[in-house]
T-cell receptor, first 114, second 118 residues
C-alpha cells in the first residue's frame, strides 16, 4: 500500500514563527503536492514538485515555500506564520503527474496560528 | 481557469438507501479527467472513482457509480445501498489532459458532507 505520512497531526504556532511541515512517501513517487483545506473552499494547491529540487507554484503560493532535497520527502515552509494560515494542510503524492492517475494523500496537519 | 462546484454542502441518507452527490464544472477543454475522492472523519482521503472525458460509458466501482453528462458539464456520484462507512466528506475534482500551466493539477470542489443514518 502507498503510504504518505505527515510529521504532525496537530500543530500550534505563534504569529511570526517559522513553521516546517514535513511529508514522506514510501512508494518512490516522482510527484508530491501540498494543499490547504478550508471549509467551503475545498482543497487548494499551494506547491507541487515533479522531481528532486524541482518545484512549481500552485494556485495559492503566497506566504509559503517548499523544499525537496530527497525524492521521498517534501517540506512546506511558512517563513513567518500568520493567523490567516490557520488551516488543514494535506500532502499528496502520485506516480505520474497527468492522466487519470490518482493522488495518495497523507492524514493532514491541522495548523493553528495564534 | 477551470472551476468545480459542489452545490450541496451537506447531504444525508438512510442506511441501505441510495444518494446522489452533485458536481458541475466549467472548462473549455474537450479532454480531461474527473474524480471523486472520499475523506472519512480523521482519516486519509482516498480515491472513490474516476472518469475519462472521452469515454462515453459511466464509470462504476461496486456500489459507486457516476452520471457523466459532458455537454452539461455535470459529474454526479451515486452511492447505492449506503453503509455507515460511507459517511465522509466527498470531493469532486478535475484534471486537464492537456499540457501548459494546468498540467497535472487537480482542481477540487468545495466538498459535500455525507451523513448516513442507521
Amino acid at each position: 500500500d502507498v503510504k504518505v505520512t505527515q510529521s504532525s497531526r496537530y500543530l500550534v504556532k505563534r504569529t511570526g514563527e517559522k513553521v516546517f511541515l514535513e511529508c514522506v512517501q514510501d512508494m518512490d513517487h516522482e510527484n508530491m503536492f501540498w494543499y490547504r483545506q478550508d471549509p467551503g473552499l475545498g482543497l487548494r494547491l499551494i506547491y507541487f514538485s515533479y522531481d528532486v529540487k524541482m518545484k512549481e507554484k500552485g494556485d495559492i503560493p503566497e506566504g509559503y515555500s517548499v523544499s525537496r532535497e530527497k525524492k521521498e520527502r517534501f517540506s512546506l515552509i511558512l517563513e513567518s506564520a500568520s493567523t490567516n494560515q490557520t488551516s488543514m494542510y494535506l500532502c499528496a503524492s502520485s506516480l505520474y503527474l497527468g492522466g487519470g492517475y490518482e493522488q495518495y494523500f497523507g492524514p493532514g496537519t491541522r495548523l493553528t496560528v495564534t | 481557469a477551470q472551476t468545480v462546484t459542489q452545490s450541496q454542502p451537506e447531504m444525508s441518507v438512510q442506511e441501505a438507501e441510495t444518494v446522489t452527490l452533485s458536481c458541475t464544472y466549467d472548462t473549455s477543454e474537450s479532454d480531461y479527467y474527473l474524480f471523486w475522492y472520499k475523506q472519512p472523519p480523521s482519516r486519509q482521503m482516498i480515491l472513490v472513482i474516476r472518469q475519462e472525458a472521452y469515454k462515453q460509458q459511466n464509470a462504476t466501482e461496486n456500489r459507486f457509480s457516476v452520471n457523466f453528462q459532458k455537454a452539461a458539464k455535470s459529474f454526479s456520484l451515486k452511492i447505492s445501498d449506503s453503509q455507515l462507512g460511507d459517511a465522509a466528506m466527498y470531493f469532486c475534482a478535475y484534471r486537464s489532459a492537456s499540457g501548459g500551466t494546468s498540467y497535472g493539477k487537480l482542481t477540487f470542489g468545495q466538498g459535500t458532507i455525507l451523513t448516513v443514518h442507521p
